[in-house]
């Protein structure tokens, strides 16, 4: 097939292709929302039921120094959560409620001395505690996220709330654009450092006017991402928070792993 017949292909279905791509996206779409309301609902019902009292009622009880007392309201908390009487599956992880049904386990054993030592208990306890305070905070950032954002931009002017509203996407834009060139200045300084110890002599290297604009891309979205949180409620370059910044440290970690098993190779 000739160019000439190709482009009067496309042009004769190109109508149908857009159709297509749209009725695609509007469902992707509508598919995504949807799932995240009902993920919103959800989570809400969950934590209001039983990952928030369940979660801050075993805070205190670990708080108490008396043994007796401790092991008493344990009791009564370990009750009060029967898996038949209340639906722990609202806790949303397994891992989650599997430890919960072995501190159960682990309980009656300690009430009838049929637990040789205090310690393995209280261990597994504490690992219960912190793992129902991980989900707990975990659901409640993603409820609440945007708590300080609508509590800013509802309060303001219509003008003002437009350019907020611009600034934001700005922001998650530089965002993408900073990742996105970062992740081209490592790959092309990496790709080059390979060639230099002569590793892989027909190695094909990353352009460099690409890695210029990447670092002039990289700079600039870095300056519009400190910029733009200086509008926006929450922490300085949120680039920092302690999320984020593990899961570019875990993909780091990936990236160095998967390139020194093709230098050792």
């Given at each position: 097939?000739?160019?000439?017949?190709?482009m009067?292909?496309?042009?004769?279905y190109?109508p149908?292709?857009?159709?297509?791509?749209?009725?695609?996206?509007?469902?992707?779409?509508?598919?995504?929302?949807?799932?995240?309301?009902?993920f919103?609902?959800?989570?809400?019902?969950?934590?209001?039921?039983?990952?928030?009292?369940?979660?801050?009622?075993?805070?205190?009880?670990?708080?108490?120094?008396?043994?007796?007392?401790?092991?008493?309201?344990?009791?009564?908390?370990?009750?009060?959560?029967?898996?038949?009487?209340?639906?722990i599956?609202?806790?949303?992880?397994k891992?989650?409620?599997?430890?919960?049904?072995?501190?159960?386990?682990?309980?009656?054993?300690?009430?009838?001395?049929?637990?040789?030592?205090?310690?393995?208990?209280?261990?597994?306890?504490?690992?219960?505690?912190?793992?129902?305070?991980?989900?707990?905070?975990?659901?409640?950032?993603?409820?609440?996220?945007?708590?300080?954002?609508?509590?800013?931009?509802?309060?303001?002017?219509?003008?003002?709330?437009?350019?907020?509203?611009?600034?934001?996407?700005?922001?998650?834009?530089?965002?993408?654009?900073?990742?996105?060139?970062?992740?081209?200045i490592?790959?092309?300084?990496?790709?080059?450092?390979?060639?230099?110890?002569?590793?892989?002599?027909?190695?094909?290297?990353?352009?460099?006017?690409?890695?210029?604009?990447?670092?002039?891309?990289?700079?600039?979205?870095?300056?519009?991402?400190?910029?733009?949180?200086?509008?926006?409620?929450?922490?300085?370059?949120s680039?920092?928070?302690?999320?984020?910044?593990?899961?570019?440290?875990?993909?780091?970690?990936?990236?160095?792993?998967?390139?020194?098993?093709?230098?050792?190779?």
């Amino acid at each position: 097939m000739e160019l000439g017949d190709l482009m009067d292909f496309f042009k004769e279905y190109f109508p149908l292709l857009v159709a297509i791509t749209g009725a695609s996206l509007a469902y992707l779409y509508g598919r995504r929302n949807n799932n995240y309301v009902n993920f919103h609902s959800k989570a809400k019902e969950n934590i209001e039921d039983l990952l928030e009292p369940m979660y801050f009622r075993l805070k205190d009880i670990i708080s108490i120094d008396d043994k007796y007392e401790r092991e008493l309201k344990l009791d009564k908390w370990l009750n009060d959560y029967t898996p038949y009487e209340v639906p722990i599956h609202k806790l949303g992880d397994k891992s989650l409620i599997e430890k919960f049904l072995k501190i159960r386990e682990m309980f009656q054993n300690l009430s009838e001395k049929r637990l040789e030592t205090e310690e393995e208990f209280y261990k597994d306890l504490k690992d219960l505690y912190d793992n129902l305070e991980r989900q707990y905070w975990s659901i409640f950032n993603s409820l609440y996220k945007d708590y300080y954002w609508y509590n800013r931009i509802l309060n303001t002017h219509f003008t003002y709330r437009v350019i907020l509203e611009c600034i934001r996407h700005i922001r998650n834009f530089s965002q993408f654009f900073f990742f996105i060139s970062g992740l081209t200045i490592f790959l092309g300084m990496y790709f080059r450092i390979l060639k230099e110890f002569n590793h892989f002599d027909d190695l094909y290297l990353i352009p460099s006017d690409l890695i210029v604009l990447a670092v002039f891309t990289f700079g600039v979205s870095l300056a519009l991402m400190v910029f733009s949180e200086w509008f926006i409620p929450g922490k300085l370059s949120s680039l920092m928070e302690k999320k984020i910044g593990e899961s570019v440290l875990i993909t780091s970690k990936r990236l160095l792993k998967f390139f020194k098993g093709i230098f050792n190779n």
